[in-house]
């Protein structure tokens, strides 16, 4: 395979988690915790966005939230699966 196609693989202390959500939302309350365990876990950061302060976010992802990006790359929403979400980080 091309070296142009070949994507580097991350570890997991490279990789960025962003959990997307607002205030209030119960859903985003779990994703929360599981993406704090898992990051924890794994060494991978992570960070929250809230949609009700990014008119960007809250039209690509209302209808979603909780949303999970690795690397800002969608991987999930409304519920995160902590094994999944470990095997997407390589751990």
């Known amino acids: 395979m091309s ?3 070949r994507r580097a693989k991350k570890k997991a202390d490279e990789r960025v988690v962003t959990l ?26 992570w960070e929250e966005k809230d949609i009700t302060q990014d008119e960007a976010l809250h039209r690509a992802y209302w209808e979603q939230i909780p949303v999970v990006l690795v690397d ?5 929403f409304w519920r995160v699966d902590a094994g999944r979400l470990r095997r997407a980080l390589g751990a």
Not at 31 to 42: D, L, P
Not at 72 to 76: A, M, R
Request: glycine share 12%; charged share 25%; aromatic share 0%.
């Open 3 to 5: 070296p142009v196609l």
């Open 72 to 76: 800002g790359e969608q991987h999930t």
């Open 20 to 45: 997307i959500g607002k205030p209030g939302c119960h859903l985003c309350d779990d994703a929360r915790a599981v993406v704090e365990e898992v990051c924890a876990e794994t060494g991978a950061s």
